[in-house]
């Protein structure tokens, strides 16, 4: 299954709304996870099961969709969200695959 | 809680094989029935999943890798490892060990490593 994020850069400023999409070249249900990433560090998981925030990630993080269109949104942005994020589906494997990612910069 | 450590080799010759071990501290590799992969990212690009292991032994690689790979568990030193034959110079990447959230909810993964860099060069 190919994953297809964009855009690939997004330009924010800090408080503003940020919402990054993730497409899959088939359905995968509800079985979706959004990542993210900073420089220099592992990836961090924020969403599974398309909406679901893991253990820790602040509620300005959401994610919703099912089946082949997803979306993160992260409500105001914090200094702190500046970061590459990442889609990835558990649905159909092995393997799991991941989009290209989404650059989170500040505008 | 759980932490996961990489280690092996930073440099490893074309058409060597690429070892990599990862030592699991703050849980046993038996208890809680998880899954433990390892995911690979060239330098600035995206993430790929390379395989499964299961405390059993069990293993699920990547078809796209499959030919030259093989995961192993040691339970007695609570760790387990990758070898990736023939490497190279798109193997160069970091390589985390990582944890699935859930044993049951499998395929999405909560813990990782800090990750290791490979380079493969001559």
């Known amino acids: 299954i190919v994953m297809t994020q964009s855009p690939a850069t997004l330009s924010v400023s800090p408080g503003e709304r940020a919402t990054l999409a993730c497409r899959a070249s088939?359905?995968?249900?509800?079985?979706l996870a959004w990542y993210q990433q900073k420089p220099g560090q592992a990836p961090r998981l924020l969403i599974y099961?398309?909406?679901t925030r893991a253990t820790g990630v602040p509620a300005r993080f959401s994610g919703s969709g099912s089946g082949t269109e997803f979306t993160l949104t992260i409500s105001s942005l914090q200094s702190e969200d500046f970061a590459v994020y990442y889609c990835?589906?558990?649905?159909?494997?092995?393997?799991?695959?991941f989009g290209q990612g989404t650059k989170v910069e500040i505008k | 809680q759980v932490q996961l450590q990489e280690s092996g080799p930073g440099l490893v010759k074309p058409s060597q094989t690429l070892s990599l071990t990862c030592t699991v501290s703050g849980a046993s590799l038996q208890g809680g029935g998880y899954y433990w992969s390892w995911i690979r990212q060239p330098p600035g690009m995206g993430l790929e999943w390379i395989g499964y292991?299961?405390?059993?032994?069990?293993?699920y690689y990547n078809p796209s890798l499959e030919s030259r790979l093989t995961m192993s568990v040691d339970m007695s030193k609570n760790e387990f490892s990758l070898k990736l034959r023939s490497a190279t110079a798109a193997d160069t990447a970091v390589y985390y060990c990582?944890?699935?959230?859930?044993?049951?909810?499998?395929?999405?993964?909560?813990?990782w490593g800090r990750g290791t860099l490979v380079t493969v060069s001559s």
């Open positions: 990582v944890k699935d959230r859930s044993s049951v909810e499998i395929g999405h993964f909560d813990i």
């Open positions: 292991i299961y405390f059993t032994g069990k293993t």
């Open positions: 099961g398309a909406s």
């Open positions: 088939q359905s995968v249900s509800s079985d």
């Open positions: 990835q589906q558990y649905n159909d494997w092995p393997p799991y695959t």
